[in-house]
């Protein structure tokens, strides 16, 4: 994956694939600790501890079209490429939580890419899942939750 929107719109598409009703993406940029956080969190249907733990393990999916799982990998590869970490929580029917860090200044740090973009595919191809998207830079937050648009 070429950015970090493109791994947002793989493990949102994970969510998806999960049931998930509502999906939250919070970005953290903050220059003056030199990290990137992003975390993706579902109420999808979650995994099992068996599953949760084979999780980023590229050779497994619980997907019958391929037999390879590497979102999560990835994800977690390009964390640590950029000296950054990555957590991964989950429980049946509690949903799954994504937590990665990358540092900013690392020359194997990701670009961002156009989030936009990938949250305009998202909530357009997916109208009936509530999204969350947050995103703060420094001093600023750019919020937008389609619970609170469905309402106008």
């Known amino acids: ?9 793989d493990i949102v598409e994970n969510s998806i694939a999960a049931l998930a009703r509502r999906i ?9 600790k030199d990290l990137v956080t992003i975390q993706i969190k579902d109420d999808g249907n979650g995994m099992d501890e068996q599953t949760l733990k084979k999780a980023i393990d590229p050779f497994f999916t619980t997907r019958k079209t391929r037999r390879v799982g590497l979102g999560l990998s990835l994800l977690a590869q390009a964390a640590r490429d950029s000296e950054g970490t990555f957590d991964l929580s989950s429980g049946p029917g509690e949903g799954t939580t994504v937590n990665a860090t990358f540092r900013l200044s690392h020359p194997d740090c990701k ?33 937008f939750d389609t619970r609170e648009t469905d309402k106008k």
């Open 1 to 9: 994956m070429e950015d970090l929107s493109l791994h947002i719109l």
């Open 111 to 143: 670009p961002m890419g156009d989030i936009g973009q990938t949250m305009r595919v998202l909530v357009t191809a997916h109208p009936g899942i509530d999204f969350l998207y947050e995103h703060k830079k420094d001093n600023s937050t750019y919020r």
């Open 24 to 32: 939250e993406i919070r970005i953290d940029e903050d220059q003056a």
